[in-house]
């Protein structure tokens, strides 16, 4: 079945380039576009794909890239295992000179090891753990905003915000951490405790719990018993909609702020009406926002609505799209060369500054390839609604605090 | 003191609707005597159809169960004779290879037509609660303890008075001896799946008020049930509601007093230690019936 999703999902992905394609002479330029299509992060690893994919067509109706087509190879990272074996495959057969991928941390991980090995760049465009750009290969760059900037976000926000408004100083303010307690959550909240530390916060608790329980009412008993001014989430669809459904229903007095998955999605919202209202979350930029800081955004917005016939699930297409153009715009720098060194000494003169890209985000590679004048914003539910609320540039409204 | 009364209730609310999922299971593994692994996918699909009935047709999730619990009859009673019937016979691995395979179908056939999404059913009561003497109970899952207290004492009686109910006991007792006083085996397994599936279906519907529904969202309760039941004891139905209730008590205090990390450790180290010392379970009907069916 995955197999048949799979051939499915390239299929239409060669018939969109075919039929959009075609303006141009002999010329191509094919780049590696790695996402899992099939198996269970389909969903927004196809959503990831379509924010690129976008930025080809947009790139290709404009010229194409140093006057050559843009054309995807396209790989499916339906496993970690699948990751490594489609980078070697894009490498090999299809010989192409970059790829580009992956929306998943582990993924990521392991073909932009096979890639580094072969001395083939890789932009990384939407996973977001550290590791990714730590390991020291000078053939990866990453667009995207880190897990520790995740953290840095949350904490100036508290800090900067949330702190004034309850009349406190940073260091009178006590934090708990509720987390799933796979790596994703546990690593996402350790980073945010040592963080929030620095900032002079107090940590009042740390509560892991799993994922797929069907109660979370002791850990809302002991974030009572905690009494913090604030629980920072850090979970998955399902168990963001538990603990604020058992959190309304067993009074816990603290807000909950969530950290990107699960409390963006609309489900969340769904699940729980009006009691969604003031919820924080930290993500990737959300399309309630402040137009003057994303140029570009609505332009998107509507060439994905005629290209896919539906509004974007999240978003990561966006994210993608974003990067997607950086990559763009640093191989017409070279000339049309992806000679890693040439790509390296035209991604470090790179200094766009915060508020002129789709998704806010400045662009400023470091040493490691990673962008730093990236970060994640700070979005709140309001009416329903997911809007953006912090650092004020972004955001669409002000933040408040729900009664 | 306020605390543990409080952690006692969501405790006792909590084991009600265990206690709910496994009563059918006690009666599909105590009649039948078969390890039905695809226990949490029955839970997932009434979800699935109470969720439907109320997206498509707006019906409330408590009235729908004049119809998902006549269809899970059917699917049950279609289950035995499909599945279970020709494969009753066989080894112990056949049977735990066959359940098991069927639960990993029915996820993948929820994941394609139903995509993986979290639905949840938005009632006027999803989130209400009463407060007592500022001690907190969940209307919704007060409504599960109390069809779970409703459900034992109604099967209790039908297995106890009804002709029909003492043949079903007498089938657990042994089904040898049952066949040979003139039980006609095959049709009351039949009737006990059909039965046992029901149960679980009302377990089932009562959860989607504040339970999101998903693909995956019956595996947890597969195992769950299967330690409520053997804990309570094959064949004892009040058995499995106190069991239930204790595991429920022991999850919350675990979670709330030691780490919510470590909760299912805790009860499956007590369960354990129950089988150990009484390996008919707390309230066992003693010799016979403390086989888990591995036969």
Redesign the interface.
Same mark, same amino acid.
């Given at each position: 079945m995955k197999r048949i999703v799979g051939l499915l999902v390239v299929s239409h992905m060669f018939l969109v380039t075919v039929f959009l394609g075609g303006a141009f002479g002999a010329e191509t330029l094919e780049i590696g576009a790695l996402y899992p299509i099939s198996g269970g992060l389909a969903l927004l690893g196809e959503e990831s794909w379509r924010g690129a994919e976008i930025a080809r067509l947009q790139r290709n109706k404009a010229g194409g890239i140093a006057g050559m087509e843009v054309v995807f190879a396209q790989g499916d990272a339906s496993t970690v295992s699948a990751a490594r074996s489609e980078a070697e495959r894009l490498i090999e057969q299809k010989k192409v000179p970059a790829i580009i991928g992956t929306y998943s941390s582990s993924r990521c991980m392991a073909a932009s090891e096979v890639a580094a090995r072969k001395g083939i760049p890789y932009f990384e465009l939407g996973a977001i753990a550290n590791a990714i750009t730590d390991r020291g290969y000078d053939t990866i760059w990453r667009t995207n905003p880190t897990a520790a900037d995740f953290s840095k976000a949350q904490v100036d926000f508290i800090s900067q915000w949330y702190a004034p408004k309850l009349g406190k100083k940073p260091s009178e303010i006590r934090v708990s951490i509720a987390h799933e307690d796979s790596d994703y959550g546990t690593s996402v909240a350790d980073s945010f405790s040592e963080l929030a530390e620095e900032a002079g916060m107090k940590i009042a608790s740390i509560e892991p719990y799993a994922a797929n329980t069907n109660d979370l009412s002791s850990v809302i008993f002991r974030l009572r018993k905690a009494d913090p001014d604030l629980v920072v989430a850090v979970s998955y669809a399902n168990d963001a909609i538990l603990l604020a459904r058992q959190a309304y229903e067993l009074k816990l007095k603290a807000p909950i702020m969530g950290t990107g998955g699960g409390h963006s999605l609309q489900s969340f919202a769904e699940a729980l009406g009006e009691e969604a209202d003031g919820v924080f979350n930290v993500d990737f930029t959300q399309y309630a926002i402040n137009l003057d800081f994303t140029p570009g955004l609505n332009a998107f917005y509507a060439l994905y609505k005629k290209t896919f016939n539906e509004e974007p699930r999240s978003g990561h297409s966006l994210a993608n799209y974003m990067g997607a153009n950086v990559v763009f715009d640093l191989i017409e720098k070279t000339g049309g060369s992806l000679d890693p060194e040439t790509i390296r000494k035209a991604a470090m003169k790179l200094d766009i500054s915060p508020g002129s890209t789709a998704t806010g985000w400045g662009v400023k590679f470091n040493e490691n390839g990673q962008n730093t004048a990236a970060a994640p914003l700070v979005t709140q539910w309001q009416d329903g609604m997911l809007v953006t609320v912090w650092p004020k540039a972004a955001a669409l409204r002000a933040p408040i605090i729900q009664e | 003191m306020e @605390?543990y009364i /409080?952690?006692l209730v %969501?405790g006792l609310l @909590?084991g009600g +609707?265990y206690a709910l999922i496994s009563i059918g299971l006690n009666l599909i593994f105590g009649v039948v005597r078969i390890i039905n692994f695809a226990h949490g996918e029955m839970v997932m699909l009434s979800m699935y159809l109470t969720f439907w009935l109320h997206h498509l047709y707006n019906m409330d999730p408590y009235l729908s169960v004049i119809i998902v619990l006549p269809v899970m009859f059917a699917f049950g009673v279609g289950f035995q004779r499909l599945v279970v019937q020709p494969i009753l016979s066989t080894s112990a691995t056949m049977k735990i290879f066959t359940t098991v395979g069927i639960s990993l179908l029915l996820q993948?056939l929820a994941l *394609?037509f139903w995509? #993986?999404?979290?639905?949840?059913v /938005?009632t006027s009561y %999803?989130?209400s &609660?009463l407060e007592v003497m500022n001690i *907190?109970i &969940?209307v919704p899952r007060l409504v599960a303890f109390c069809a779970a207290l409703l459900s034992i004492i109604i099967l209790f009686h039908f297995l106890k008075y009804t002709y029909l109910g003492k043949a079903l006991r007498a089938i657990v007792e042994d089904h040898s001896v049952a066949r040979l006083m003139g039980v006609a085996v095959e049709k009351h397994y039949l009737f006990a799946f059909g039965l046992g599936t029901m149960f679980t279906a009302l377990g089932g519907v009562l @959860?989607v008020p504040?339970? &999101?529904v998903?693909p995956? +969202?019956g595996? =947890?309760?597969t195992l769950l049930a299967f330690v409520v039941v053997v804990l309570g004891g094959l064949g004892s139905m009040s058995g499995t509601f106190l069991a239930g209730l204790f595991i429920g008590v022991v999850? %919350?205090f #675990? #979670?709330?007093f030691v &780490? =919510? #990390?470590l909760?299912?450790a805790i009860y499956f180290a007590i369960f354990i230690l129950v089988l150990l010392v009484r390996p008919q379970g707390l309230f066992g009907k003693g010799r016979g019936t403390e086989e888990v069916g591995l036969k």
């Amino acid at each position: 079945m995955k197999r048949i999703v799979g051939l499915l999902v390239v299929s239409h992905m060669f018939l969109v380039t075919v039929f959009l394609g075609g303006a141009f002479g002999a010329e191509t330029l094919e780049i590696g576009a790695l996402y899992p299509i099939s198996g269970g992060l389909a969903l927004l690893g196809e959503e990831s794909w379509r924010g690129a994919e976008i930025a080809r067509l947009q790139r290709n109706k404009a010229g194409g890239i140093a006057g050559m087509e843009v054309v995807f190879a396209q790989g499916d990272a339906s496993t970690v295992s699948a990751a490594r074996s489609e980078a070697e495959r894009l490498i090999e057969q299809k010989k192409v000179p970059a790829i580009i991928g992956t929306y998943s941390s582990s993924r990521c991980m392991a073909a932009s090891e096979v890639a580094a090995r072969k001395g083939i760049p890789y932009f990384e465009l939407g996973a977001i753990a550290n590791a990714i750009t730590d390991r020291g290969y000078d053939t990866i760059w990453r667009t995207n905003p880190t897990a520790a900037d995740f953290s840095k976000a949350q904490v100036d926000f508290i800090s900067q915000w949330y702190a004034p408004k309850l009349g406190k100083k940073p260091s009178e303010i006590r934090v708990s951490i509720a987390h799933e307690d796979s790596d994703y959550g546990t690593s996402v909240a350790d980073s945010f405790s040592e963080l929030a530390e620095e900032a002079g916060m107090k940590i009042a608790s740390i509560e892991p719990y799993a994922a797929n329980t069907n109660d979370l009412s002791s850990v809302i008993f002991r974030l009572r018993k905690a009494d913090p001014d604030l629980v920072v989430a850090v979970s998955y669809a399902n168990d963001a909609i538990l603990l604020a459904r058992q959190a309304y229903e067993l009074k816990l007095k603290a807000p909950i702020m969530g950290t990107g998955g699960g409390h963006s999605l609309q489900s969340f919202a769904e699940a729980l009406g009006e009691e969604a209202d003031g919820v924080f979350n930290v993500d990737f930029t959300q399309y309630a926002i402040n137009l003057d800081f994303t140029p570009g955004l609505n332009a998107f917005y509507a060439l994905y609505k005629k290209t896919f016939n539906e509004e974007p699930r999240s978003g990561h297409s966006l994210a993608n799209y974003m990067g997607a153009n950086v990559v763009f715009d640093l191989i017409e720098k070279t000339g049309g060369s992806l000679d890693p060194e040439t790509i390296r000494k035209a991604a470090m003169k790179l200094d766009i500054s915060p508020g002129s890209t789709a998704t806010g985000w400045g662009v400023k590679f470091n040493e490691n390839g990673q962008n730093t004048a990236a970060a994640p914003l700070v979005t709140q539910w309001q009416d329903g609604m997911l809007v953006t609320v912090w650092p004020k540039a972004a955001a669409l409204r002000a933040p408040i605090i729900q009664e | 003191m306020e @605390l543990y009364i /409080q952690v006692l209730v %969501s405790g006792l609310l @909590l084991g009600g +609707v265990y206690a709910l999922i496994s009563i059918g299971l006690n009666l599909i593994f105590g009649v039948v005597r078969i390890i039905n692994f695809a226990h949490g996918e029955m839970v997932m699909l009434s979800m699935y159809l109470t969720f439907w009935l109320h997206h498509l047709y707006n019906m409330d999730p408590y009235l729908s169960v004049i119809i998902v619990l006549p269809v899970m009859f059917a699917f049950g009673v279609g289950f035995q004779r499909l599945v279970v019937q020709p494969i009753l016979s066989t080894s112990a691995t056949m049977k735990i290879f066959t359940t098991v395979g069927i639960s990993l179908l029915l996820q993948n056939l929820a994941l *394609i037509f139903w995509k #993986g999404d979290f639905r949840t059913v /938005q009632t006027s009561y %999803s989130m209400s &609660s009463l407060e007592v003497m500022n001690i *907190i109970i &969940s209307v919704p899952r007060l409504v599960a303890f109390c069809a779970a207290l409703l459900s034992i004492i109604i099967l209790f009686h039908f297995l106890k008075y009804t002709y029909l109910g003492k043949a079903l006991r007498a089938i657990v007792e042994d089904h040898s001896v049952a066949r040979l006083m003139g039980v006609a085996v095959e049709k009351h397994y039949l009737f006990a799946f059909g039965l046992g599936t029901m149960f679980t279906a009302l377990g089932g519907v009562l @959860l989607v008020p504040f339970s &999101s529904v998903y693909p995956t +969202v019956g595996v =947890p309760f597969t195992l769950l049930a299967f330690v409520v039941v053997v804990l309570g004891g094959l064949g004892s139905m009040s058995g499995t509601f106190l069991a239930g209730l204790f595991i429920g008590v022991v999850e %919350s205090f #675990g #979670g709330t007093f030691v &780490s =919510p #990390g470590l909760k299912e450790a805790i009860y499956f180290a007590i369960f354990i230690l129950v089988l150990l010392v009484r390996p008919q379970g707390l309230f066992g009907k003693g010799r016979g019936t403390e086989e888990v069916g591995l036969k």
